[in-house]
């Protein structure tokens, strides 16, 4: 029972394929355009790594880049990976794909909206794009956007590149918005007989964690947009002194919504790899109730942490400290999840295919960044390494773990179930090793680059006499990123050889329990045969009253001592 | 590590330095325990024939106390390292100590203009004095800058003395150091401030203090 | 296979909580207007209680033309509800009559607030004429684009209504009218901040 036979019979090229509602189709729309961007941030990110490294060179492949084109460049690839390629990958297509599956429904509560969604990306998308190819070229005052430099046109030269880049994060919010909604309602309201909030698959709780998060962070930020765009475009002075406005009134207003968007982007990555981890250790995951206890308050505290982005600002030195106290705070759920997982490999039954391998590496690569983040929480040490490469270094580690390596573990592990077929394990390991070789020698190299005082977003180190001696350390971090990207090449054969000669897939290729695994792969419109109806937790691996190392969600009549 | 971090020349870079290393063992410690018992279990227990995972929850407080219990050690030692930053905080950043030597460096698109108040130390008079990007202090002395900007957000940065401290247009921003050691040292702009900051720097001159009186004595030959 | 028609026709009719689905997600999108809202207001309240000063340009404001709209959009949001008590009831005649009547306040609320900005910037208080009226324009701007997508919502049931094809949908009214209703708060609060604080 093939989808693309149901597809082409019932519907049609553009109503199956390009205008769908159905929650699947949707969730690849995602994932093609997030994939998409993740290759011209890539790109992006060769450019300012050559640049860096061979300053005033000819970028093979290119050729010469200004300090206005590199700015750009540092603005649009901090801009592309956060809003255009971990959040339609890691919400929009693990997202879409699953909360539908996973709770035993046959779509999402309102497809059409959710069609909206994906369009109204895709527009913002768009809008990106051509921001590029305007006069004045692309936005280039760093992802962050602070005025008065975003402000006014004649600060950056940017004009219309700026707008655009306005314009198409305001798109994108409200596409998130709309996803937002149907990912709450649909978890809420369309889960199967049986399956009570305590019972979902803890992927389901951080998606709506997330969603939660990001519906409640983002307005005021839309609020502060409407602001910038006005300042630019009318002449209004909301963040320009001479007109009685105050530029800290962005950061304020970009921060409160930037500290939870982070953990927006990390819940789901976290919720990845806490399904693969039980199905390759045959085991429950450890503390399923202190995990979401955990969740809830890291959520609650991400929205009080903000400042610490701002400690050197011109903020009241005051303030540091409770901000400083609860960005400790907020250390603590993350560190309670991290020592869960690595419980429940403990007297497990491990095994190491490639979604394990990137699983494992997200929360090698994870503790590295959330420890680091102590370094940037204690303000007197922010005084000297904020706005340098050691922030940088924490926050590809803390941000590169989810929306590289969770995402790849979660490719890896639900493409049987998304395409029908498995990819290449020799492939993907290699794959693995690449990737985690190469991109802990780039940012290990910024770690310490960052403490010789190298500062961010400057398009040339050797300008500076007290950096000249680390330049070493910036051919070493670009070539090794160099061969990051080269290492993708393994990843992209796969994919899509896989697409069209992969082994066929049967059900439930990894013997798991989750209610995704019940349905055909892939799965036809509607899901599953028959709705299914749920009477355990998600993770009864190993259970003493059954012979079989696991136990579905939806097989009934088993008696079980588990959630 | 120290072989990493540019020479500190100032009275409170040490304080700060001493915070970076202590975080630096507290988290090099924990990783090494974390990711060592992380490695023991993968390699303890992988697969092998016959021998099935062991089914357990983690949901009862007995068992839930192996995580918990780290995550209050970890809570308790972040509590530590954040008191111990209050105090280096507090002494850089919280009190601004009196002294008679000040200078204004405002920043603008691209470079920093600084200005002397010359001998009479009153600010607006005619022995004002304005350089660009060259800031000069006596060695052991509190220097006390007032930080402004012409036109974006830029940030005055002295990787040496670990000062760094953003100029904001429209705010009058105090900072201090007492440096300890004569040199030249770079001011980098460490806030992107449009397509020239890349470059834009200035340079701190500390003089021996006899030094310094030959440079005033330069400076305004009538004082 | 019979689910392919499922889903083409309509969406999931389960409800776990016993909450319509439509009304569950109406909220949550409420809940991101409020803090999108609650983010620019507090902005405003926070500037002007900084001692911004701003009483003699917010004295240039016509108060009776503000409570003449905040008139205009309460009785909209009246025969938003009589609307939908019509369709509960199973009146169609009342359920078209209410929702014409809220379109057309709706609109004037829009006129009304075109004719005030016109005559403002006509006397010289252009957004750039001060932060307060910076503050103004765009606040009452961004609430007036609500204003509009509402009445757009409201037409567009209104014709459904007419055309006979609101049968069996009649929530509908019920999940435009939260908006609705949400709409005409937001105004309740921007009135007094803008036009009667001093």
């Known amino acids: ?563 | 590590m120290s072989s990493w971090l540019p020479e500190s020349v100032s009275t409170y870079g040490g304080d700060i330095d001493a915070i970076f290393y202590l975080i630096y063992y507290v988290t090099g410690a924990w990783f090494v325990l974390t990711l060592g018992v992380t490695i023991l279990f993968l390699i303890r227990y992988r697969r092998r024939e016959g021998r099935r995972a062991t089914y357990v929850h983690g949901n009862t407080l007995a068992q839930s106390a192996w995580i918990l219990v780290p995550g209050l050690i970890v809570l308790l030692m972040d509590f530590w390292i954040d008191f111990r930053s209050a105090e280096v905080w507090a002494k850089v950043m919280g009190r601004m100590p009196s002294s008679d030597l000040r200078v204004q460096v405002t920043a603008k698109q691209f470079n920093w203009e600084m200005v002397y108040p010359g001998p009479d130390g009153q600010f607006g008079t005619a022995d004002d004095l304005q350089l660009e990007n060259e800031l000069h202090v006596p060695a052991g002395k509190v220097v006390r800058v007032t930080l402004k900007s012409k036109d974006v957000i830029h940030s005055f940065f002295l990787p040496h003395v670990r000062l760094k401290q953003d100029a904001v247009p429209g705010r009058e921003i105090e900072a201090w150091f007492e440096a300890t050691k004569p040199g030249r040292y770079e001011i980098p702009c460490a806030e992107l401030c449009g397509f020239g900051h890349s470059g834009m720097k200035g340079w701190l001159t500390v003089h021996p203090p006899d030094e310094y009186q030959k440079w005033v004595k330069q400076r305004w030959p009538s004082s | 296979m019979a689910e392919a028609h499922v889903m083409a026709v309509g969406v999931e009719t389960r409800s776990v909580t016993g909450i319509p689905t439509g009304k569950l997600g109406v909220w949550w999108f409420l809940a991101s207007e409020i803090v999108l809202f609650g983010g620019l207001i507090g902005v405003y309240i926070m500037s002007r209680l900084g001692g911004a000063g701003w009483s003699e340009m917010a004295a240039h404001l016509s108060v009776p033309i503000g409570t003449l709209n905040t008139f205009v959009l309460l009785t909209s949001s009246l025969t938003m509800v009589l609307a939908f008590a019509a369709a509960e009831k199973g009146n169609p005649k009342g359920v078209r009559t209410w929702l014409l009547l809220t379109v057309l306040l709706g609109l004037a609320f829009l006129i009304i607030k075109g004719f005030e900005w016109s005559s403002e910037i006509g006397a010289g208080f252009t957004p750039t004429a001060g932060a307060f009226w910076s503050f103004y324009y765009t606040m009452t701007g961004l609430h007036a684009l609500h204003v509009l997508g509402g009445v757009v919502v409201n037409f567009i049931l209104f014709l459904a209504a007419l055309l006979g094809l609101l049968r069996g949908s009649e929530h509908r009214v019920e999940l435009a009218g939260l908006y609705w209703h949400f709409v005409d708060i937001v105004w309740i609060f921007l009135f007094p901040l803008l036009y009667l604080s001093w």
């Open chain 1, 1 to 563: 029972m093939s989808a693309r036979v149901e597809v082409e019979e019932h519907m049609g090229f553009w109503r199956g394929y390009v205008f769908s509602t159905d929650h699947k189709t949707i969730a690849k729309q995602y994932l093609a355009i997030g994939l998409f961007w993740a290759i011209v941030g890539g790109l992006l990110a060769y450019l300012m790594r050559w640049q860096l490294a061979y300053p005033d060179t000819e970028v093979p492949g290119w050729g010469f880049i200004g300090a206005d084109f590199y700015t750009m460049l540092v603005t649009m690839h901090g801009t592309i990976m956060v809003f255009f390629v971990a959040m339609p990958i890691l919400l929009g297509a693990f997202g879409n794909f699953l909360i539908p599956l996973m709770v035993g429904a046959r779509d999402m509560a309102f497809p059409r909206l959710n069609m909206l969604s994906v369009w109204t990306f895709a527009l913002s998308s768009l809008v990106l794009l051509i921001s590029f190819f305007v006069p004045g070229g692309a936005a280039a005052a760093g992802w962050t956007g602070y005025p008065p430099l975003s402000a006014k046109p004649i600060y950056t030269g940017v004009d219309w590149g700026l707008n655009l880049w306005i314009l198409a994060l305001a798109l994108e919010f409200a596409s998130f918005l709309m996803g937002g909604v149907n990912f709450l309602t649909t978890t809420v309201n369309l889960r199967a007989p049986g399956l009570s909030m305590l019972r979902l698959p803890l992927l389901v709780w951080m998606q709506i964690t997330a969603a939660v998060l990001f519906m409640l962070s983002v307005g005021p930020l839309i609020a502060g947009a409407v602001m910038l765009l006005m300042d630019r475009v009318v002449g209004t002075s909301f963040y320009l002194p001479e007109g009685g406005g105050d530029p800290l009134l962005w950061q304020h207003l970009f921060w409160f919504f930037g500290h939870p968007e982070v953990y927006v982007i990390l819940l789901p990555g976290l919720g990845i790899m806490l399904e693969i981890l039980p199905v390759f250790s045959r085991k429950p995951i450890f503390g399923y109730r202190p995990i979401i206890y955990s969740t809830i308050a890291a959520g609650i505290l991400s929205f009080v942490v903000w400042a610490h982005h701002q400690f050197i600002s011109g903020l009241d030195p005051r303030l540091a400290m409770p901000f400083s106290i609860t960005t400790i705070f907020i250390s603590v759920p993350f560190a309670l999840m991290v020592f869960a997982m690595i419980a429940t490999l403990w007297r497990g039954s491990i095994s190491f295919p490639t979604p394990m391998l990137f699983a494992l590496g997200t929360l090698a690569v994870f503790l590295v960044g959330g420890l680091t983040g102590v370094f940037n929480g204690s303000a007197p040490v922010d005084i000297y390494i904020h706005d340098t490469y050691f922030v940088v270094a924490h926050f590809h580690y803390t941000l590169f773990s989810v929306t590289f390596f969770a995402a790849f573990a979660g490719i890896y592990f639900w493409f049987p179930k998304m395409f029908g077929r498995m990819m290449n394990e020799t492939l993907g390991k290699l794959h693995f090793w690449l990737t985690f070789l190469f991109f802990n020698a780039v940012f290990v190299a910024m770690f310490l680059l960052g403490l010789g005082g190298m500062m961010r977003r400057i398009a040339n180190p050797m300008q500076y006499d007290f950096l000249q001696p680390l330049q070493p350390m910036n051919v070493f971090a670009t070539i090794a990123s160099i061969l990051l990207l080269l290492g993708q090449i393994p990843f992209v054969i796969n994919f899509f050889w896989s697409l069209v000669a992969g082994e066929v897939a049967e059900r439930n290729p990894w013997q798991a329990n989750t209610l995704e695994w019940s349905a055909p792969s892939p799965p036809p419109h509607g899901n599953f045969e028959i709705v299914p109806v749920v009477y355990r937790g998600p993770y009864e691996y190993s259970h003493p009253s059954v012979p079989e190392d696991w136990l579905p969600q939806d097989r009934p009549a088993v008696p079980t001592a588990g959630v």
